[in-house]
């Protein structure tokens, strides 16, 4: 039970109260309580109460409570009732109205004027989670208005920091007033590098909930270069608002800056702050230019119509040509997801021999949907739409989007179901295609298309796989092929024999049943043909390997045995090559090639070990030829392998440590005297200097392709880089195509001058020289000049 005490103003209750009445001293120990008139509270594990000062000293776990609920907590606490001072010393912390917390090493409240203060570090947080890092601060209790000046810190929920002169903010109303402001913001939030540095900076800035206002404000991502160095792009407003509910971020009267050049004037200006993954507005403009309807602008407005849909349309404006309209509709469904993509254009105002009258127009579309709900199998239906009113309509404005390339000539339509489950699989599809590029016979169909396999597993025989293609196929307006086949592919394990041989062999059986039409130079026309077919190869391989400290090498001489009885149908005019990756291929072609035919080959490797103890690849070298027991004229010329004697094909290639790369690939006759085919490819990487070369050469039955591509890039320093690329084709003794480019790149922003000449020419598509600047200030994206143009 508690005594109690009436000292003065102030009521005493304790576990122990004693009194010195000689020093006029009241001690209290063991849960002691103090009150006083005024409406403080005093809880703590001792106090001292000197009666002639009216001075009170309260110790161990000490709580203050006032008339407003205001909690101060601390080690040790004085209570001054002549001058109404209260002090707290070490590990004092403060709960005030409106859910704040304040951390500190000391505090004085001033009981009478309703003032909480301190000169010391102190640590201020709010109820979501917001901190403020101050050299000293003052508290009005009456006005609930918390103010501070000098080196002022905040970091808010979201990792964003605020820096100070001077700030104040209502507690009651959780409105915040700054001056001379920087705000560094949260690079993750932003999407940015580490290199970068986003950040604002202005007069003053008021703070409410759901808004932030600052006025002469200057935005940035750049790196922070010091005070003396500008940043190499900057967004100054005289006001700058972000409206946290609407999550967007207003600029009034904006200017940008390049180097503190004006560049941009933007009478109002906004975009999504960086929390938002999605919002409606308009997106970054963009130039184009092209000789046939000369410069256009473009502005794409995105439109957020619900959590699952968007649409995203846009206008290209030209100087002398009608306007170009393009739409891009996008909605997801919780199994699949819907893209639609149209666009419409009057067409040309002035019409030519090769500018044709009439409208332009298309429309893409892609459905995919997830059927299954269960895990053990998958299950979905696709739909693929595209259609065009003209053939040259999507090069000649440049139309790109997620479903269109502007250079694809080759248009699909299609819907397919597939199922799949364990090692089984069906495919159900109905396709046609259009060549854009033809001006007849540019349709082929597939109606239907079907493909079912199934594999089996066995611990003695190895593994079959099971196949089984069924379709309907139109080609060349008049052509009509209906095919179903059937194949068993054997694939027993492999074994190795004492001497070192690795043995392997694979069988193939084929029943192909059809019925075709007009098609006398491919496939038989005479009623329905049944014909079967087989195929077995045996493969041995004598891989060697020596092994040193830091490389090894292997060499594996490899012998292949085929044999396919019967007889194939013609292919002599499929276009077939012969090379090393399919040397060892049990068939080359669409069919089973028939007769008896062995393989020869070696392959050679010289592997490295790197930093880590890893075998890397050096050179490798491989070559290899195929001997017929017979000609056989079915088979494409062009492949040698209607010959008895194939040409010997192989590759080449060879790792520069840590520069560069060749590889080459070769068919060298059986003659053994010419080089029917040559390809170069190589990337090197010089530290300054960065090239490519690309070169193809077909000779005699190959073909006669003949070309020879070019790179080369010259790094200056970490920022400056230009680069040339050409294309020459020898067949034509023309040149393709060449660019030139400068690009100027730090962390911020990226400036670039292109030239590029294009030979193509194409009914009202025609050859152009372009050159362009393209500019991006990250992270809002790019904008670029008109190309210049000479035809």
Same mark, same amino acid.
């Given at each position: 039970?508690?005594?109690?005490?009436?000292?003065?103003?102030?009521?005493?209750?304790?576990?122990?109260?004693? =009194?010195?009445?000689?020093?006029?001293?009241?001690?209290?120990?063991?849960?002691?309580?103090?009150?006083?008139?005024?409406?403080?509270?005093?809880?703590?594990?001792?106090?001292?109460?000197?009666?002639?000062?009216?001075? %009170?000293?309260?110790?161990?776990?000490?709580? =203050?409570?006032?008339?407003?609920?205001?909690?101060?907590?601390?080690?040790?606490?004085?209570?001054?009732?002549?001058?109404?001072?209260?002090?707290?010393?070490?590990?004092?912390?403060?709960?005030?109205?409106?859910?704040?917390?304040?951390?500190?090493?000391?505090?004085?409240?001033?009981?009478?004027?309703?003032?909480?203060?301190?000169?010391?570090?102190?640590?201020?947080?709010?109820?979501?989670?917001?901190?403020?890092?101050?050299?000293?601060?003052?508290?009005?209790?009456?006005?609930?208005?918390?103010?501070?000046?000098?080196?002022?810190?905040?970091?808010?929920?979201?990792?964003?920091?605020?820096?100070?002169?001077?700030?104040?903010?209502?507690?009651?109303?959780?409105? &915040? @007033?700054?001056?001379?402001?920087?705000?560094?913001?949260?690079?993750?939030?932003?999407?940015?590098?580490?290199?970068?540095? $986003?950040?604002?900076?202005?007069?003053?800035?008021? !703070?409410?909930?759901?808004?932030?206002?600052?006025?002469?404000?200057?935005?940035?991502?750049?790196?922070?270069?010091?005070?003396?160095?500008?940043?190499?792009?900057?967004?100054?407003?005289?006001?700058?608002?972000?409206?946290?509910?609407?999550?967007?971020?207003?600029?009034?009267?904006?200017?940008?800056?390049?180097?503190?050049?004006?560049?941009?004037?933007?009478?109002?200006?906004?975009?999504?702050?960086?929390?938002?993954?999605?919002?409606?507005?308009?997106?970054?403009? *963009?130039?184009?230019?092209?000789?046939? @309807?000369?410069?256009?602008?473009?502005?794409?407005?995105?439109?957020? @119509?619900?959590?699952?849909?968007?649409?995203?349309?846009?206008?290209?404006?030209?100087?002398?040509?009608?306007?170009?309209?393009?739409?891009?509709?996008?909605?997801?469904?919780?199994?699949?997801?819907?893209?639609?993509?149209?666009?419409?254009?009057?067409?040309?105002?002035?019409?030519?021999?090769?500018?044709?009258?009439?409208?332009?127009?298309?429309?893409?579309?892609?459905?995919?949907?997830?059927?299954?709900?269960?895990?053990?199998?998958?299950?979905?239906?696709?739909?693929?739409?595209?259609?065009?009113?003209?053939?040259?309509?999507?090069?000649?404005?440049?139309?790109?989007?997620?479903?269109?390339?502007?250079?694809?000539?080759?248009?699909?339509? +299609?819907?397919?179901?597939?199922?799949?489950?364990?090692?089984? *699989? !069906?495919?159900? /599809?109905?396709?046609?295609?259009?060549?854009?590029?033809?001006?007849?016979?540019?349709?082929?169909?597939?109606?239907?298309?079907?493909?079912?396999?199934?594999?089996?597993?066995?611990?003695?025989?190895?593994?079959?796989?099971?196949?089984?293609?069924?379709?309907?196929?139109?080609?060349?307006?008049?052509?009509?092929?209906?095919?179903?086949?059937?194949?068993?592919?054997?694939?027993?394990?492999?074994?190795?024999?004492?001497?070192?041989?690795?043995?392997?062999?694979?069988? &193939? =059986?084929?029943?192909?049943?059809?019925?075709?039409?007009?098609?006398? #130079?491919?496939?038989?026309?005479?009623?329905?043909?049944?014909?079967?077919?087989?195929?077995?190869?045996?493969?041995?391989?004598?891989?060697?390997?020596? +092994?040193?400290?830091?490389?090894?090498?292997?060499?594996?001489?490899?012998?292949?045995?085929?044999?396919? $009885?019967?007889?194939?149908?013609?292919?002599?005019?499929?276009?077939?090559?012969?090379?090393?990756?399919?040397?060892?291929?049990?068939? +080359?072609?669409?069919?089973?090639?028939?007769?008896? /035919?062995?393989? %020869?080959?070696?392959?050679?490797?010289?592997?490295?070990?790197?930093?880590?103890?890893?075998?890397?690849?050096?050179?490798?070298?491989?070559?290899?030829?195929?001997?017929?027991?017979?000609?056989?004229?079915?088979? $494409?010329?062009?492949?040698?392998?209607?010959?008895?004697?194939?040409?010997?094909?192989?590759?080449?290639?060879?790792?520069?440590?840590?520069?560069?790369?060749?590889?080459?690939?070769?068919?060298?006759?059986?003659? !053994?005297?010419?080089? #029917?085919?040559?390809?170069?490819?190589?990337?090197?990487?010089?530290?300054?200097?960065?090239?490519?070369?690309?070169?193809?050469?077909?000779?005699?039955?190959?073909?006669?392709?003949?070309?020879?591509?070019?790179?080369?890039?010259? #790094? *200056?320093?970490?920022?400056?880089?230009?680069?040339?690329?050409?294309?020459?084709?020898? +067949?034509?003794?023309?040149?393709?195509?060449?660019? @030139?480019?400068?690009?100027?790149?730090?962390?911020?922003?990226?400036?670039?001058?292109?030239?590029?000449?294009?030979?193509?020419?194409?009914?009202?598509?025609?050859?152009?020289?372009?050159? &362009? *600047?393209?500019?991006?200030?990250?992270?809002?994206?790019?904008?670029?000049?008109?190309?210049?143009?000479?035809?």
């Amino acid at each position: 039970m508690n005594n109690s005490l009436q000292a003065e103003e102030f009521n005493i209750e304790a576990k122990e109260i004693s =009194v010195d009445k000689k020093n006029n001293i009241v001690t209290g120990k063991g849960s002691v309580v103090v009150t006083d008139q005024d409406g403080i509270t005093v809880k703590a594990d001792k106090i001292i109460y000197e009666r002639s000062k009216e001075f %009170l000293t309260a110790e161990g776990s000490v709580e =203050v409570f006032d008339a407003d609920n205001n909690l101060l907590t601390t080690d040790k606490a004085t209570y001054d009732k002549t001058n109404e001072i209260i002090n707290t010393f070490q590990n004092s912390k403060a709960n005030l109205k409106g859910g704040y917390e304040l951390v500190t090493d000391f505090i004085a409240y001033e009981t009478i004027n309703k003032i909480i203060s301190s000169d010391k570090y102190s640590v201020l947080t709010d109820i979501e989670g917001n901190i403020v890092k101050l050299d000293m601060f003052q508290y009005q209790i009456s006005k609930n208005l918390f103010s501070s000046v000098g080196n002022i810190r905040v970091i808010d929920k979201d990792k964003n920091r605020y820096f100070f002169k001077e700030f104040h903010v209502d507690t009651k109303k959780k409105e &915040m @007033i700054g001056s001379d402001v920087s705000v560094l913001l949260d690079k993750k939030t932003f999407g940015l590098s580490e290199e970068n540095d $986003p950040r604002f900076v202005s007069n003053d800035i008021y !703070l409410t909930k759901n808004k932030s206002t600052m006025s002469k404000g200057v935005f940035t991502v750049c790196k922070n270069r010091g005070e003396d160095k500008c940043p190499p792009w900057s967004l100054k407003a005289k006001k700058i608002s972000h409206d946290k509910t609407k999550k967007t971020i207003y600029y009034d009267h904006a200017v940008l800056k390049f180097y503190e050049v004006p560049i941009f004037y933007f009478p109002k200006f906004f975009h999504p702050d960086p929390t938002v993954k999605r919002q409606s507005g308009f997106l970054a403009p *963009f130039f184009t230019d092209s000789t046939s @309807i000369g410069t256009g602008f473009g502005l794409p407005y995105f439109w957020a @119509i619900s959590h699952d849909r968007d649409l995203t349309f846009t206008t290209k404006t030209y100087s002398n040509e009608n306007i170009l309209f393009l739409n891009e509709y996008r909605q997801a469904f919780r199994n699949g997801f819907l893209t639609l993509d149209t666009s419409y254009t009057e067409g040309y105002q002035s019409i030519s021999s090769t500018k044709t009258k009439g409208s332009r127009n298309h429309i893409f579309a892609n459905l995919d949907l997830e059927l299954s709900n269960e895990k053990d199998y998958d299950s979905s239906l696709s739909v693929e739409v595209q259609r065009t009113s003209n053939d040259t309509y999507f090069r000649i404005h440049d139309v790109n989007t997620s479903l269109v390339d502007s250079s694809n000539t080759n248009l699909s339509n +299609k819907i397919a179901y597939n199922y799949s489950k364990k090692n089984m *699989f !069906l495919n159900i /599809s109905s396709t046609m295609y259009e060549d854009l590029r033809k001006s007849s016979d540019r349709y082929e169909f597939f109606l239907p298309n079907i493909l079912y396999g199934n594999t089996f597993f066995t611990e003695k025989f190895g593994t079959f796989n099971f196949q089984s293609n069924a379709f309907y196929k139109n080609y060349d307006a008049d052509k009509h092929t209906t095919l179903l086949t059937n194949e068993v592919i054997w694939s027993p394990k492999n074994w190795i024999t004492s001497n070192g041989l690795v043995n392997s062999l694979e069988g &193939m =059986v084929k029943n192909r049943n059809y019925e075709a039409k007009n098609t006398k #130079n491919e496939y038989k026309t005479e009623g329905t043909i049944n014909e079967l077919s087989g195929v077995v190869s045996f493969k041995s391989s004598l891989p060697m390997k020596k +092994k040193g400290i830091n490389f090894s090498k292997i060499v594996s001489p490899n012998f292949m045995l085929r044999y396919a $009885p019967g007889h194939m149908r013609d292919l002599s005019g499929d276009d077939v090559n012969l090379n090393y990756a399919n040397l060892y291929s049990m068939n +080359k072609t669409s069919e089973i090639e028939d007769g008896l /035919s062995a393989i %020869l080959g070696l392959d050679f490797k010289i592997n490295e070990k790197d930093e880590n103890g890893n075998d890397k690849e050096k050179m490798s070298f491989s070559i290899g030829q195929v001997f017929n027991r017979k000609q056989n004229e079915d088979i $494409p010329s062009k492949s040698s392998l209607d010959q008895k004697t194939s040409d010997v094909v192989g590759e080449f290639n060879y790792n520069f440590s840590k520069i560069g790369n060749i590889a080459y690939k070769f068919s060298l006759d059986h003659n !053994l005297n010419d080089l #029917n085919y040559n390809e170069v490819s190589s990337n090197f990487n010089l530290g300054k200097v960065e090239f490519n070369i690309d070169y193809l050469e077909q000779r005699n039955h190959v073909g006669t392709e003949h070309s020879l591509g070019t790179g080369v890039a010259v #790094n *200056f320093n970490d920022h400056n880089k230009l680069s040339y690329s050409t294309k020459k084709n020898y +067949k034509t003794d023309s040149t393709e195509l060449y660019d @030139i480019s400068y690009q100027y790149q730090i962390d911020c922003l990226t400036a670039g001058l292109v030239f590029r000449r294009e030979f193509y020419k194409d009914s009202d598509v025609e050859e152009k020289d372009t050159l &362009m *600047f393209k500019i991006t200030f990250v992270p809002f994206g790019g904008a670029k000049t008109p190309s210049i143009i000479k035809p």
